[in-house]
């Protein structure tokens, strides 16, 4: 899939905010047609997928996320977590007004609540949580990705504004989008506060992103 600006009469920020809610309404509806099994079957090809990953063999703390919407299942990756003595985390979110999450610490045994959008998270204080600093390894959820690293969520922007005032610091945890292969786009049009990918996995490959080169 290709999505370019076709209307020159148009403004570039309106026909991209256009293509995003397009692509965003496409890829759920097929997310969530998926049956039971099939999301068993991918989240367990996700898994193998992501074990022979480098970022994350090295990765002690690692951030995963509570599925929703039909998005790719993490639980096989979190026992293979557990079992190899890796520290795991879920994402909390800030008080309101914020848009900021926070990470934290999630085992078999923590209590979890559902947050203001319905998504559970780990029933925990203010300062037991992490920022996104500590982390080795953050697995996001999204909605579309291409081989570029750009990716498209679900139009909160929690990750990239978590993320924007270490995007560039060599320290920052290493970024695996995952999801269903037909989630796997030929080209996005990134934006301006947009938060590269540095790895992309599916149920049917793991893949290293190529930065773009700029030219002229």
């Not at 991918?42 to 951030?63: E, S, V, W």
């Not at 079992?83 to 795991?88: E, R």
């Not at 300062?127 to 909605?143: C, E, G, I, Y």
Request: aromatic share 8%; glycine share 6%; net charge positive.
């Amino acid at each position: 899939m290709v999505y370019a600006i076709a209307n020159p009469q148009v403004s570039t920020q309106l026909i991209q905010r256009a293509q995003r809610k397009a692509v965003r309404q496409e890829i759920r509806l097929l997310r969530r047609s998926l049956v039971f099994a099939q999301q068993q079957t991918a989240a367990k090809l996700l898994d193998r997928h992501l074990a022979g990953c480098p970022a994350f063999q090295r990765a002690r703390n690692i951030a995963i996320y509570w599925p929703t919407d039909g998005e790719i299942g993490i639980r096989p990756l979190a026992l293979r977590c557990w079992s190899m003595g890796k520290t795991l985390f879920l994402p909390v979110l800030s008080p309101p007004p914020g848009i900021r999450m926070r990470f934290a610490r999630y085992t078999e045994q923590t209590r979890l609540k559902s947050n203001r959008y319905g998504i559970p998270e780990p029933n925990s204080s203010a300062h037991q949580w992490v920022r996104a600093s500590r982390l080795d390894l953050l697995v996001m959820p999204l909605v579309a990705m291409d081989l570029a690293g750009n990716r498209i969520g679900m139009g909160a922007g929690y990750y990239d504004k978590t993320l924007q005032n270490i995007a560039t610091r060599a320290l920052r945890p290493t970024l695996i989008g995952v999801g269903h292969q037909f989630q796997l786009v030929e080209k996005i049009v990134s934006q301006s506060w947009d938060i590269p990918l540095d790895w992309l996995a599916t149920d049917q490959c793991l893949q290293a992103v190529t930065p773009v080169q700029s030219h002229g």
